[in-house]
């Protein structure tokens, strides 16, 4: 079987955030708007007051610390009590799971409205869950996919621009993975397998990135929307998201993963620790050298990390590579999606060579 899952509805353009009143109205009159307080504070009179102009009473919800059970239990007794009738996330990954939550147990419409484009969750029916204290605890899945994703162009391009250089990560990433999962025949998010349309997609998620990369980060460096900036942050919102999904993941994730039980490593976005994860993953399937040192030389153009010295971590002991790879390599870990038999042995040297290219890859550019 194949399969795949869409959002309802996709929608990107510059200052759809003004009119958010009238994308959501076909949604509910009484929305849940979940922000961090960082957006509650630059954004959140402003959406209140365009909802109210079309007849919206929106319910504030500020989003604290962690998508944590009790944080998760807080959202649904106020969503609940408050009687909304759907749920908005206004923000980062984080904003954006908390607000599936609210799907998950109440089943009201979800609307998705990022305001970074630092990786690819908003499309999909992911949940990412924590302890309290913010330790990795688990996936959770909705039913279906988001109802809808309003990306408002003109907001990305005034966010720092090293989460669009994030995202960037998370969506080459796609591709290299879901080129194994097919080699595999590993199934994908659906429990299925690849259809043609998500590999395609994949596929043109890097070429969008490869082509577009460097002028979408000069627009972002000016705070201005540009073609070439609308491209990348449709690779990193939706045809990541919609590739990742129907496609599945593998050494890349399984690597980055392993990074959260070190402490150097901490404090990263997702999509940095992806990238590392995936020149790994280039070392561990062979990858011709020359490919490998075009894309290090397009990372570096980027300023994307593509080892673990990138991220704090230069001299890693043989205990910390242990560490990562063993975590990498437990049981039912997606890195065994890959097509190739993969040890916690070979993501240590994987590991090692990355960084070992890496530096030399550097000396020889600086002289
Ligand atoms: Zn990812």
Redesign the pocket.
């Known amino acids: 079987m194949k399969a795949m899952g869409f959002p309802s509805i996709y929608k990107q353009s510059s200052g759809l955030m003004d009119e958010l009143g009238d994308h959501l109205k076909q949604f509910g009159k009484r929305p849940l708007l979940v922000m961090d307080e960082f957006i509650n504070g630059v954004y959140g009179e402003k959406l209140i007051r365009s909802l109210k102009e079309n007849g919206i009473e929106a319910v504030d919800f500020i989003f604290k610390g962690e998508v944590s059970n009790s944080e998760i239990e807080r959202i649904i007794s106020t969503s609940k009590d408050k009687a909304c009738d759907c749920v908005v996330g206004v923000g980062g990954g984080k904003v954006q799971d908390v607000s599936k939550s609210v799907k998950l147990n109440t089943d009201i419409p979800l609307i998705i409205v990022p305001t970074v484009a630092s990786?690819?969750?908003a499309t999909s029916r992911l949940i990412i869950t924590y302890s309290e204290d913010g330790e990795f605890v688990g996936p959770k899945f909705l039913s279906t996919n988001p109802d809808a994703v309003l990306v408002d162009s003109s907001i990305i391009a005034k966010a720092p621009v090293r989460f669009l250089v994030a995202g960037i990560g998370?969506a080459l990433?796609?591709y290299y993975e879901a080129n194994q999962c097919i080699l595999s025949g590993a199934n994908n998010f659906f429990g299925g397998k690849s259809t043609e349309a998500a590999y395609a997609l994949a596929n043109l998620a890097r070429d969008l990135i490869v082509n577009n990369a460097q002028n979408a980060i000069e627009s972002v460096n000016k705070m201005e929307v540009s073609e070439a900036l609308e491209k990348v942050i449709e690779a990193n919102v939706l045809l990541?998201g919609l590739g990742?999904e129907g496609c599945g993941?593998a050494a890349?994730?399984a690597i980055?993963q392993g990074f959260t039980l070190i402490k150097e490593l901490n404090g990263y976005l997702?999509?940095e620790e992806?990238a590392v994860g995936l020149v790994s993953q280039w070392f561990l399937e062979n990858k011709d050298q020359k490919m490998i040192e075009e894309m290090l030389a397009f990372f570096d153009a980027i300023e994307l990390p593509f080892c673990l010295a990138d991220l704090g971590l230069s001299d890693p002991t043989q205990e910390e590579l242990q560490t990562i790879a063993n975590y990498a390599c437990r049981d039912n870990s997606r890195i065994y999606n890959m097509s190739i038999e993969v040890t916690p042995q070979k993501v240590i040297k994987a590991l090692s060579d990355a960084n070992q290219i890496a530096s030399s890859y550097r000396n020889r550019r600086n002289h």
Request: net charge negative.
């Open positions: 990786n690819d969750a998370d990433a796609t990541s990742f993941v890349a994730h980055s997702h999509g992806v």
